[in-house]
């Protein structure tokens, strides 16, 4: 996607991939993946201490400084963790550095997290409220005029806020959602869904299956909502090397999650193999719908960018 368009103008499906935790990595990884191709790049916004992460707005905005051409993700911020008027203005900070190459990443979170936001006196009550309003109060202030908001939680007017960023009227917001209700809000409030890592295909297929019809439904038009997917994947030359990797790369990322069966994720969730059977795999998500797929490495992730590489070219052919 060009810089400062508006991001419905590309349809055409999109690989993007997500970024090392690596402070050592992320700058040859994130030109590497420019100079492959890769519409895009990815960070998080994890809650958990258990292995290490950076920040991913401060990544991003590093980011931005090195590359020229990669769309900026998060998938996703929290509703309420940050207060919305400064979350406005660190993302359009994202998005003036990075000339207008940012797309947001939402979601409500999950319930374990919040009795931890909470002892450290972050507001957790009637987070799809805060959702919600947090959206329409970083609208508002991305108007570029003095905003005006009356809402629940939230409630001003006459206030100016800047930088605007440089998408106008603003930056995508795509949603993170799995329930019913949450994704035919995604559908009424955001201009995107993103599908989570952890659910397999059958799962993302089914929520596609919602999101179409609440599409028709609401009278959407399909070419201002974009629906994505983040992709755990292992590339190797066999399918047996591929998941030896993963079963213990997957016990290290989700052993003793609460919400997560590590023991089971590779089998339920990974596409791994050679480059042609990832293709094939990655191929079922874009004939369902899906116009970009976020691949994460789960190890070796400058060895295995490089072999996205070569699933983008098996994907290509695929598509003749």
């Known amino acids: 996607m060009k810089s400062g368009t508006n991001e419905a103008e590309s349809r055409a499906p999109r ?10 990595a992320l700058v040859p990884f994130a030109r590497r993946a420019e100079e492959l191709g890769f519409t895009g790049i990815w960070t998080q916004d994890t809650l958990s201490a258990k292995n290490f992460s950076l920040d991913g707005l401060h990544v991003l905005s590093y980011l931005a400084a090195v590359t020229s051409r990669l769309r900026l993700g998060i998938g996703v911020l929290y509703s309420g963790r940050r207060n919305p008027a400064v979350q406005a203005r660190e993302l359009a900070t994202i998005d003036q550095l990075s000339r207008g190459r940012l797309t947001v990443g939402l979601g409500v979170g999950l319930d374990y997290h919040r009795e931890t936001l909470s002892a450290l006196g972050i507001p957790t009550d009637r987070p799809v409220r805060r959702l919600i309003e947090g959206i329409g109060v970083m609208r508002a202030l991305w108007s570029g005029t003095e905003a005006d908001y009356d809402g629940e939680i939230y409630k001003f007017s006459g206030i100016r806020a800047q930088p605007d960023p440089v998408q106008r009227p603003a930056p995508p917001i795509w949603i993170g959602a799995r329930a019913e209700p949450a994704l035919r809000r995604a559908v009424r409030i955001a201009d995107g869904w993103t599908g989570a890592g952890p659910a ?5 297929l089914d929520q596609l299956k919602i999101v179409h019809q609440a599409m028709e439904e609401q009278g959407r038009d399909p070419a201002t909502f974009t629906v994505s997917k983040s992709v755990y994947i292992a590339v190797e030359d066999t399918e047996e090397e591929a998941r030896r990797h993963l079963v213990p790369a997957f016990d290290r990322a989700f052993g003793g999650n609460p919400v997560y069966d590590a023991s089971s994720m590779v089998d339920r969730v990974a596409v791994y193999g050679p480059p042609d059977r990832c293709a094939r795999q990655l191929l079922e998500l874009f004939d369902a719908g899906a116009e ?22 098996a994907l290509t052919a695929a598509r003749r």
């Open 200 to 204: 397999a295909t059958e799962d993302f």
């Open 292 to 313: 970009e797929l976020i691949l994460y490495p789960m190890y070796d992730r400058t060895t295995q960018l490089e072999a996205f590489g070569d699933v983008a070219s």
């Open 15 to 24: 690989l993007s991939v997500g970024a090392p935790t690596d402070p050592e």
